[in-house]
């Protein structure tokens, strides 16, 4: 029901359109037909009264002629008027130019002796300026009307018994001329007005279209811009403008809006078989990856650009493969864990025999040691798959941060020298799940503590709101080794680690966990070696809040 009343508004709005279209089109016509009636009048006053025109002008009665011709001078200025009062409407103030003209040539032509002078071809050109505007049958009554009026013209002149001879052969041409040019304009002008509104059609359908087309590239995910010859931004959609840091808008300098796609612009070259680039926009941006279609040929220079983020793509992929992971191993945990339980257990009671000697304890420890490690690789992926979306909540940082270290040092191993809190301002305020928020935070310190030196460690969590930032952080500094530049990208893959005893979900979980409740984690490497975890709690401010 709600389609069909859409369509009957596009139908009316369509048809509104195209009436509006018609009328602007009577309007001009009546424009030139009022130009021509302001001519002619003016015209033949001045022949008749300088006496420079042809000298049939008023020849048999000037007095009507004078009278005549002063009347439709004055007539004409009075449609001008109307005209500009755009009041009665344009098929309307046609009537009334014919039927004044029709009267006015009428009697001028008596007056100057009769249609031998020619004058009564001047209807015919009211005639057809009139069909062009007024429908098929009110052109032809007006065509009857001229005829009947000529014909009863010679009656009069041949009652009369004036100076002036009847031609009633001449007259009955005359009319036939008006029927003639009246019905050859009717079906010019039909022709015309089919063509127009087949125009007017086309021009509907493709305006609807390009709307189409402009929605369509304005809400897509992949960014789409249009760059000339000249560097210059010709067009941008809005998922391009968030890729490139929310540069400045259409017509500007690509290379203001991004230096690294200007370059690479710069150098890529048409006829190579390659056609996409990786970079990224902004120092810890998402990578990107561009398309490059030349548009117009190579003489024109113009070239779309198609801008994806392949972190999406990557984290789709991923997001795939640990689903079908997480089926697979809850299909096969129970399977799994009851073996592994009976190798823990046997290794647990074989560590406890009083005549192991030293090699064989080792061996046990190494057997406990590996079995945890595929336990907990099970328990990790188990929750991927079963992850719960969140329930996020204001939560004021600093408390909160200072009873998760309380936690971190009785149950994470931590040592209270180890972990350092510093938030300002105090009262900075956050929105996150709780828990999922916990595990996040968690999991950064104890790579952390995996990762940094065993004595000397020092984890600082600082936070809140800078002038940086408008909106809260939260940093997770530590002073180990660092992370060398050519793994970086990948240490938020899963099962990704550089440890023999790691399991590469901890900082994948927090990747994922962070998404879920629109918080963006980062990697930044220290200066002078460490690690540096960001959180940013920005996302929440470019959408729906949570009551």
Request: contains cysteine.
């Given at each position: 029901?709600?389609n069909?009343?859409?369509?009957?508004?596009?139908?009316?709005?369509?048809?509104g359109?195209?009436?509006?279209?018609a009328?602007?089109?009577?309007?001009?016509?009546?424009?030139?037909?009022?130009?021509?009636?302001?001519?002619?009048?003016?015209?033949?006053?001045?022949?008749?009264?300088?006496?420079?025109?042809p000298?049939?002008?008023?020849?048999?009665?000037?007095?009507?002629?004078?009278?005549?011709?002063?009347?439709?001078?004055?007539?004409?200025?009075?449609?001008?008027?109307?005209?500009?009062?755009?009041?009665p409407?344009?098929?309307?103030?046609?009537?009334?130019?014919?039927?004044?003209?029709?009267?006015?040539?009428?009697?001028?032509?008596?007056?100057s002796?009769?249609?031998?002078?020619?004058?009564?071809?001047?209807?015919?050109?009211s005639?057809?300026?009139g069909?062009?505007?007024?429908?098929?049958?009110a052109?032809?009554?007006?065509?009857?009307?001229?005829?009947?009026?000529?014909?009863?013209?010679?009656?009069y002149?041949?009652?009369?018994?004036?100076?002036?001879?009847?031609?009633?052969?001449?007259?009955?041409?005359?009319?036939?001329?008006?029927?003639?040019?009246?019905?050859?304009?009717?079906?010019l002008?039909?022709?015309?007005r089919?063509?127009?509104?087949?125009?007017?059609?086309?021009?509907?359908e493709?305006?609807h279209?390009?709307?189409?087309?402009a929605?369509?590239?304005?809400?897509?995910?992949?960014?789409?811009?249009?760059?000339?010859?000249?560097?210059?931004?010709?067009?941008?959609?809005?998922?391009?403008?968030?890729l490139?840091?929310?540069?400045?808008?259409?017509?500007?300098?690509?290379?203001?809006?991004?230096?690294e796609?200007?370059?690479?612009?710069?150098?890529?070259?048409?006829?190579?078989?390659?056609?996409?680039?990786n970079?990224?926009?902004?120092?810890?941006?998402?990578?990107?990856?561009?398309?490059?279609?030349?548009?117009?040929?190579?003489?024109?220079?113009?070239m779309?650009?198609?801008?994806?983020d392949?972190?999406?793509?990557?984290?789709?992929?991923?997001?795939?493969?640990?689903?079908?992971?997480?089926?697979?191993?809850?299909?096969?945990?129970?399977?799994?864990r009851?073996?592994?339980?009976a190798?823990?257990?046997?290794?647990?009671?074989?560590?406890?025999?009083?005549?192991?000697d030293?090699?064989?304890?080792?061996?046990?420890?190494?057997?406990?040691?590996n079995?945890?490690?595929?336990?907990?690789?099970?328990?990790n992926?188990?929750?991927?798959?079963?992850?719960d979306?969140?329930k996020p909540?204001?939560?004021?940082?600093?408390?909160?941060?200072?009873r998760?270290?309380i936690?971190?040092?009785?149950?994470h191993?931590f040592?209270s020298?180890?972990?350092?809190?510093?938030i300002?301002?105090?009262?900075?305020?956050?929105?996150?799940?709780?828990?999922?928020?916990?595990?996040?935070?968690?999991?950064?310190c104890?790579?952390?503590?995996?990762?940094?030196?065993?004595?000397t460690?020092?984890?600082?969590?600082?936070?809140?709101?800078?002038?940086?930032?408008?909106?809260?952080v939260?940093?997770?500094?530590?002073?180990?080794?660092?992370?060398?530049?050519?793994?970086?990208?990948?240490?938020?893959?899963?099962?990704?680690?550089?440890?023999?005893?790691?399991?590469?979900?901890?900082?994948?979980?927090?990747?994922?966990?962070?998404?879920?409740?629109?918080?963006?984690?980062?990697?930044?490497?220290g200066?002078?070696?460490?690690?540096?975890?960001?959180?940013?709690?920005?996302?929440?401010?470019?959408?729906d809040?949570?009551?």
């Open positions: 029901m709600l069909w009343l859409d369509s009957l508004d596009d139908t009316l709005k369509n048809s359109q195209a009436d509006k279209g009328d602007h089109t009577h309007w001009r016509s009546l424009s030139l037909y009022l130009l021509y009636r302001i001519t002619l009048s003016l015209t033949l006053m001045f022949f008749f009264y300088s006496g420079s025109g000298t049939f002008l008023g020849s048999v009665v000037p007095e009507l002629f004078a009278i005549t011709g002063t009347l439709y001078t004055a007539l004409t200025f009075v449609s001008v008027l109307f005209f500009l009062w755009r009041s409407n344009p098929v309307q103030q046609t009537y009334l130019a014919l039927f004044v003209d029709i009267s006015a040539i009428l009697l001028l032509t008596h007056a002796g009769g249609v031998q002078t020619g004058m009564g071809m001047l209807i015919a050109v005639i057809i300026a069909a062009l505007i007024i429908d098929g049958r052109a032809l009554l007006f065509a009857a009307l001229a005829a009947l009026a000529v014909i009863t013209d010679q009656i002149i041949s009652l009369s018994k004036t100076t002036i001879l009847p031609r009633f052969i001449q007259a009955g041409f005359l009319g036939a001329v008006f029927f003639a040019t009246a019905l050859l304009t009717l079906v002008s039909g022709r015309v089919a063509s127009e509104k087949l125009a007017q059609d086309r021009a509907n493709l305006n279209l390009a709307k189409i087309n929605y369509v590239i304005q809400h897509m995910r992949t960014g789409v811009l249009v760059v000339d010859a000249s560097g210059t931004i010709v067009m941008m959609n809005d998922p391009a403008w968030h490139l840091g929310m540069p400045a808008t259409t017509g500007n300098q690509l290379i203001k809006a991004s230096p796609l200007a370059n690479m612009l710069k150098k890529h070259d048409s006829s190579a078989k390659r056609r996409y680039y970079f990224r926009s902004q120092r810890q941006g998402p990578e990107l990856r561009a398309h490059f279609n030349p548009l117009g040929g190579k003489e024109k220079g113009d779309l650009i198609f801008l994806e392949t972190s999406q793509i990557t984290r789709e992929a991923q997001q795939m493969k640990l689903a079908s992971l997480g089926r697979l191993t809850a299909s096969i945990a129970h399977e799994i009851n073996p592994l339980g190798i823990s257990h046997a290794s647990q009671l074989f560590h406890e025999s009083p005549d192991l030293p090699a064989d304890q080792r061996l046990t420890e190494i057997i406990k040691t079995t945890e490690r595929v336990n907990q690789v099970i328990e992926v188990l929750q991927l798959s079963r992850r979306p969140g909540h204001n939560l004021q940082l600093k408390p909160w941060l200072e998760l270290i936690e971190l040092i009785k149950h191993g040592e020298h180890q972990l350092f809190l510093q300002e301002p105090t009262n900075t305020e956050i929105i996150a799940d709780p828990e999922q928020l916990r595990q996040i935070v968690a999991n950064l104890n790579n952390a503590r995996e990762h940094g030196p065993k004595d460690l020092k984890v600082h969590i600082i936070g809140g709101i800078t002038q940086e930032f408008n909106h809260p939260v940093d997770i500094i530590d002073n180990g080794p660092g992370i060398e530049p050519k793994v970086a990208k990948q240490i938020f893959e899963p099962f990704f680690t550089t440890r023999n005893t790691g399991t590469g979900l901890g900082l994948y979980i927090a990747k994922e966990l962070s998404e879920t409740n629109h918080i963006r984690l980062e990697y930044i490497p200066p002078t070696g460490g690690s540096c975890f960001r959180l940013h709690f920005d996302l929440w401010q470019h959408g809040r949570p009551t």
